[in-house]
C-alpha cells in the first residue's frame, strides 16, 4: 500500500526555522503534484504551498518570502524549509500527493493520498 510518512516537526521560538520532510512508499508508478497544508485548532484546512512534477512552486500569501517548499523526485520526497516561524504558524502540516499506483492486478491513476500530520508549534 501508498504511505506518506511526514517528520520534522516540533516547538520552535518565534523567528526560529524548521524543515519538514513527506516520504512517499510503495508501489508508486508516479507523482504529480506535492503539497502541504495546515491546520491550526478551529480552523479549516489550508494550502501552504504546492510543487508540480515540473519543479513549479506556489504559495499562500501568508507565508511566500518565508517558506520554501521543494521536491526530490528520485526519493519521492517534498520539503518544507520554514523560516521566520511566527506564533500564527502554530499548526498540524500535512503533506498531500496526487500519485499513481499499481497492485498485482490493478492500476490506480491520479490518487490523492495524505500523510498523518505533524504539529508545528511555535511559541517562546
Known amino acids: 500500500q501508498v504511505r506518506l510518512v511526514e517528520s520534522g516537526g516540533g516547538l520552535v521560538q518565534p523567528g526560529g526555522s524548521l524543515r519538514l520532510s513527506c516520504a512517499a512508499s510503495g508501489n508508486i508508478a508516479s507523482i504529480g503534484t506535492m503539497a502541504w497544508f495546515r491546520q491550526a485548532p478551529g480552523k479549516p484546512r489550508e494550502l501552504v504551498g504546492a510543487v508540480d512534477s515540473g519543479g513549479s512552486t506556489n504559495y499562500a500569501d501568508s507565508v511566500s518570502g518565508r517558506f520554501t517548499i521543494s521536491r526530490d523526485n528520485a526519493k519521492n520526497t517534498v520539503y518544507l524549509q520554514m523560516n521566520s516561524l511566527k506564533p500564527e504558524d502554530t499548526a498540524v502540516y500535512y503533506c498531500?500527493?496526487?500519485?499513481?499506483?499499481?497492485?498485482?492486478?490493478?492500476?490506480?491513476?491520479?490518487?490523492?493520498?495524505w500523510g498523518q500530520g505533524t504539529q508545528v508549534t511555535v511559541s517562546s
Open positions: 498531500n500527493a496526487i500519485l499513481s499506483y499499481q497492485t498485482d492486478s490493478l492500476y490506480y491513476g491520479n490518487q490523492s493520498y
